[in-house]
């Protein structure tokens, strides 16, 4: 996952918890199973993989996406107004006016071939 590097921390958790969760939706093998407690009380499964959290610039993201559709990585991006409403089929409609190239990123995720992935990471600092 990475992240817009100059996002406020409200701003940044957000945006990791709905690409996350497009991410689950997406690719439910991703999902562990189910935890057990002492107690024999189960808990829905966490992700059994880490998930790096990454920064970028709006540029590093640009060149990253266009990078990912060549090598056929899935991506959710979570453009930036997506944090401008709470009326998702308002968010829906102002994304239709914007050419997907235009759009400018606060966040995005990709799946893939874990060497595809780690190369076109791997100059990424920690979303700190």
């Known amino acids: ?7 406020a921390p409200g701003k940044a ?3 990791a918890a709905v690409i ?3 991410l689950g939706q997406r690719h439910p093998a991703l999902v562990g199973e189910a935890l057990q407690d002492a107690d024999a009380c189960c808990y829905p499964g966490l992700i059994p993989v880490g998930i790096p959290v990454l920064a970028a610039t709006h540029a590093e993201m640009d060149r990253l996406r266009a990078r ?9 991006l979570f453009p930036e107004q997506g944090q401008t409403t709470t009326d998702y ?3 829906s409609a102002a994304m239709r006016d914007i050419p997907a190239s235009e759009w400018r990123l606060l966040g995005l995720a990709l799946v893939g071939e874990k060497q595809q992935v780690r190369k076109l990471t791997s100059k990424l600092k920690l979303f700190s």
Do not use: R
């Open 89 to 91: 089929a308002a968010f």
């Open 68 to 76: 990912c559709a060549e090598l056929a990585c899935d991506l959710v």
């Open 13 to 15: 958790a957000n945006t």
């Open 20 to 22: 996350a969760l497009t």
């Open 1 to 7: 996952m990475i992240l817009q590097n100059d996002l």
